[in-house]
């Protein structure tokens, strides 16, 4: 079978200013479809173009996403350093959502660690939204997910299922928002599906 990589993105036929963007996308999809190896190659081609000069979004998210996967795979030292990486750019940048993003990353990490406390540490620290500065929806559902999670590792069920209850409910409210048709691949996206389970 042909794997996500026998695609590839040729430098000459994109703009350059494209490239983290596509790479990124397609580390996502590679990632999403099981292919860590290829999310690898496309989220390290993304990040190489972060200079002190040129702090990409794109290429700064890639490089918090290379340290999600080496965290998982246990290597969560490296992981959390390029994580702790990103949260400084996304700081300096003012961006909120990356700054979320990171944030996230780091309670998943210190979940694979079994540190629910530094987990929630972490989750408790991206802001509430409000008219003038919010996080993207989905991100917020994810928030609401993982703080779950991480009560659901303290033993604190009740707390556990209203997180869950919020998480679910934002995913709903997106997917009822979409054609009729496209609702169920929405939600059987695999980023989603341990949300509605």
């Known amino acids: 079978a042909k794997s996500f990589a026998d695609h590839p993105i040729e430098p000459d036929s994109v703009d350059a200013g494209l490239l ?6 397609s580390g996502e999809l590679a990632y999403e479809m099981g292919s860590a190896a290829d999310a690898r190659q496309h989220f390290r081609a993304a990040a190489a173009f ?6 990409d979004p794109d290429g ?6 290379l340290g999600m ?4 795979e246990g290597r969560y030292d490296t992981g959390r350093e390029s994580i702790r990486r ?11 959502s990356l700054e979320a993003r990171c944030r996230l990353y ?31 929806r989905e991100l917020r559902a994810h928030v609401h997910y ?32 979409l054609p009729e048709s496209t609702r169920d691949a929405f939600r059987n996206r695999p980023d989603l599906l341990n949300m509605l389970r």
């Open 146 to 177: 993982w703080m779950g999670e991480a009560f659901k590792a303290r033993g604190d069920h009740q707390s556990a299922a209203s997180q869950r209850e919020a998480a679910l409910k934002i995913v709903e409210t997106l997917a009822m928002r």
């Open 60 to 65: 700064a998210l890639a490089r918090a996403d």
């Open 20 to 25: 983290p963007p596509l790479h990124a996308v």
């Open 69 to 72: 996967l080496d965290a998982e």
């Open 106 to 136: 780091l309670a998943r990490v210190a979940l694979l660690e079994g540190k629910a406390s530094d987990a929630l540490a972490e989750l408790e620290m991206v802001p509430p939204d409000d008219p003038e500065r919010a996080i993207d």
């Open 86 to 96: 990103t949260l400084e750019t996304a700081r300096r940048m003012g961006h909120i």
């Open 50 to 55: 972060l200079t002190e000069e040129l702090e």
